[in-house]
C-alpha cells in the first residue's frame, strides 16, 4: 500500500428498518459484533456475530420468533454472551466497500442503533465510495483519519518498555515509580531508559501530528 492509503473510522446510524437497529435501540445495554462478513450473493451475506451485555436472555427471546430460523444458527450462549452464524440480507453497504478495493477491519462494533467502521484503502476510492448516492443517504460521522502504516511505530523493545511505564505509573503526576527503579526494573540504566522514552515519544509525537494534519486535509476533500 502506498503513502496515499488512508485508515478511517466513521460511524453512522443503521437505518430504523433493519433489525440491527431495531434490536440494538431496543437494548441499549447490549453490544453486537460482526466478527466476519462475507457476501454470498448480491443481497445476502454471511456473519459471525457476537452479542455481549445484560439482558441476554430477554433478547433471546425477543430475537428467535422474529428472525427466521433457518437463517441463523446458535454457536454458544451463556450469562454474558451469545455467538451465531446468521444471513445478512441487503449486503449493500458491503458490497460499496468491495467495489472500493478497501480493506474491512473487524469487528464491526454496533451499539444503540450507530454501527462503527474502519477501513484502510487509497483516499481517491474512500472518496469515491462516501460520494455515492447509497452512502449520501447516511450520516456519516468520520471519527478518525491517518495515512495507513503497516509496520509498527515502535519496535518490540520500545512497546514493552511503553506498556510498562504505563502500567508502573511512570507518566502519572506524581510518578509511582522513579526513572532508576523504572531502569532497574528493566534491566538497562536511568541514562538508556531516559534516551528510550525519548525516542519513544518523537516516534509517537510525529505520528499524532502527521495524523492530525491529514486528517484536517483529507476532511476538506471529503466535504466535511
Same mark, same amino acid.
Not at 500500500?1 to 440494538?24: C, E, H, R, Y
Not at 509498527?152 to 508502573?168: F, M, W, Y
Not at 502519572?172 to 540504566?189: V, Y
Given at each position: 500500500?502506498?503513502?496515499?492509503?488512508?485508515?478511517?473510522?466513521?460511524?453512522?446510524?443503521? /437505518?430504523?428498518?433493519?433489525?440491527?437497529?431495531?434490536?440494538?435501540?431496543?437494548?441499549?445495554? +447490549?453490544?453486537?459484533?460482526?466478527?466476519?462478513?462475507? /457476501?454470498?450473493?448480491?443481497?445476502?451475506?454471511?456473519?459471525?456475530?457476537? *452479542?455481549? @451485555?445484560?439482558?441476554?436472555?430477554?433478547?433471546?427471546?425477543?430475537?428467535?420468533?422474529?428472525?427466521? $430460523?433457518?437463517?441463523?444458527?446458535?454457536?454458544?450462549?451463556? !450469562?454474558?454472551?451469545?455467538? +451465531?452464524?446468521?444471513?445478512?440480507?441487503?449486503?449493500?453497504?458491503?458490497?460499496?466497500?468491495?467495489?472500493?478495493?478497501?480493506?474491512?477491519?473487524?469487528?464491526? *462494533?454496533?451499539?444503540?442503533?450507530? $454501527?462503527?467502521?474502519?477501513? *484502510?484503502?487509497?483516499?481517491?476510492? *474512500?472518496?469515491?465510495?462516501?460520494?455515492?448516492?447509497?452512502?449520501?443517504?447516511?450520516?456519516?460521522?468520520?471519527?478518525?483519519?491517518?495515512?495507513?502504516?503497516?509496520?509498527?511505530?515502535?519496535?518490540?523493545?520500545?512497546? !514493552?518498555?511503553?506498556?510498562?511505564?504505563? &502500567?508502573?505509573?511512570?507518566? !502519572?503526576?506524581?510518578?509511582?515509580?522513579?526513572?532508576?527503579?523504572? &531502569?532497574?526494573?528493566?534491566?538497562?540504566?536511568?541514562? &538508556?531508559?531516559? @534516551?528510550?522514552?525519548?525516542?519513544?515519544?518523537?516516534? +509517537?509525537?510525529?505520528?499524532?501530528?502527521?495524523?492530525?494534519?491529514?486528517?484536517?486535509?483529507?476532511?476538506?476533500?471529503?466535504?466535511?
Amino acid at each position: 500500500m502506498n503513502d496515499d492509503t488512508i485508515q478511517v473510522k466513521f460511524t453512522f446510524p443503521i /437505518p430504523g428498518d433493519k433489525w440491527l437497529a431495531k434490536f440494538s435501540r431496543s437494548y441499549p445495554l +447490549l453490544q453486537f459484533k460482526l466478527l466476519s462478513l462475507l /457476501p454470498f450473493s448480491k443481497n445476502q451475506g454471511y456473519c459471525l456475530l457476537q *452479542i455481549e @451485555g445484560t439482558n441476554l436472555n430477554q433478547f433471546w427471546e425477543n430475537f428467535t420468533p422474529v428472525y427466521e $430460523a433457518k437463517k441463523f444458527h446458535l454457536i454458544f450462549k451463556d !450469562e454474558k454472551s451469545i455467538a +451465531l452464524n446468521i444471513v445478512i440480507e441487503d449486503t449493500w453497504v458491503l458490497n460499496l466497500i468491495v467495489e472500493a478495493k478497501a480493506v474491512l477491519h473487524f469487528p464491526i *462494533i454496533i451499539h444503540n442503533g450507530i $454501527a462503527l467502521f474502519e477501513l *484502510i484503502a487509497p483516499r481517491v476510492k *474512500i472518496e469515491q465510495m462516501f460520494n455515492h448516492s447509497n452512502w449520501k443517504k447516511l450520516e456519516i460521522s468520520i471519527k478518525q483519519t491517518g495515512r495507513y502504516c503497516a509496520n509498527s511505530i515502535l519496535s518490540p523493545r520500545q512497546s !514493552e518498555i511503553l506498556t510498562k511505564a504505563l &502500567a508502573n505509573g511512570f507518566f !502519572e503526576i506524581p510518578r509511582r515509580i522513579s526513572l532508576s527503579d523504572f &531502569a532497574k526494573d528493566i534491566g538497562i540504566s536511568p541514562t &538508556a531508559l531516559s @534516551g528510550n522514552i525519548r525516542r519513544i515519544t518523537q516516534k +509517537l509525537g510525529d505520528k499524532y501530528l502527521n495524523a492530525f494534519d491529514f486528517k484536517r486535509e483529507t476532511s476538506k476533500k471529503m466535504g466535511n
